[in-house]
């Protein structure tokens, strides 16, 4: 990966939408060039897809929660259920196993805090081999992204 590949991601990074044709131009290269190098990034992974980033507020999600969940039970089958169930789960942003006193983090939206207290019940008390829920409930959310820092 060189500069200019560096280059690409950041610009399509922070557009997504940008055409090849712009990107081409923001890059002071020819269409043809530039539009292989993006294919290629495709291809080898390093572009996995592009999305609309939407605002969860004006779309009514106005709680956003981290979830710590502790698990009694460490073996592979209690494990494959989880992650079939969270994936499954369109309240779930992100998931991440972590180290420290709990086993996975959650990353929720929910429309407010009754819409929040029906997901807790009907979806993480329901998992078998829990042993703690420790919500934290965000009061304000001062930076988000997706973006990756890019040396270019």
Same mark, same amino acid.
């Given at each position: 990966?060189?500069?200019?590949?560096?280059?690409?991601?950041?610009? $399509? #990074?922070?557009?997504?939408? $940008? /055409?090849?044709?712009?990107?081409?131009?923001?890059?002071?290269?020819? +269409?043809?060039?530039?539009?292989?190098?993006?294919?290629?990034?495709?291809?080898?992974?390093?572009? +996995? /897809?592009? #999305?609309?980033?939407?605002?969860?507020?004006?779309?009514?999600?106005?709680? $956003?929660?981290?979830? #710590? $969940?502790?698990?009694?039970?460490? !073996?592979?089958?209690?494990?494959?259920?989880? %992650?079939? %169930?969270?994936?499954?789960?369109?309240? =779930?942003?992100?998931?991440?196993?972590?180290?420290?006193?709990?086993?996975?983090?959650?990353?929720? =939206?929910?429309? !407010?805090?009754?819409?929040?207290?029906?997901?807790?019940?009907? =979806?993480?008390?329901?998992?078998?081999?829990? /042993?703690? %829920?420790?919500?934290? %409930? /965000?009061?304000?959310?001062?930076?988000?992204? =997706?973006?990756?820092?890019?040396?270019?």
């Amino acid at each position: 990966m060189d500069n200019v590949d560096k280059k690409i991601l950041a610009l $399509l #990074q922070k557009d997504g939408k $940008l /055409s090849n044709a712009k990107l081409a131009e923001k890059l002071n290269m020819s +269409e043809t060039p530039c539009w292989r190098r993006v294919k290629r990034l495709e291809n080898e992974g390093y572009i +996995e /897809s592009y #999305q609309a980033n939407l605002n969860k507020r004006k779309l009514g999600y106005s709680v $956003l929660a981290f979830v #710590q $969940l502790t698990y009694t039970a460490h !073996d592979t089958k209690t494990t494959s259920n989880f %992650i079939d %169930i969270i994936q499954r789960c369109d309240n =779930v942003l992100s998931c991440h196993n972590i180290t420290g006193g709990a086993d996975f983090l959650l990353q929720v =939206v929910a429309r !407010d805090l009754d819409d929040y207290g029906h997901f807790v019940d009907t =979806v993480l008390r329901k998992l078998p081999g829990i /042993s703690d %829920i420790s919500s934290s %409930i /965000s009061l304000k959310e001062l930076k988000s992204t =997706v973006r990756l820092p890019l040396d270019c």
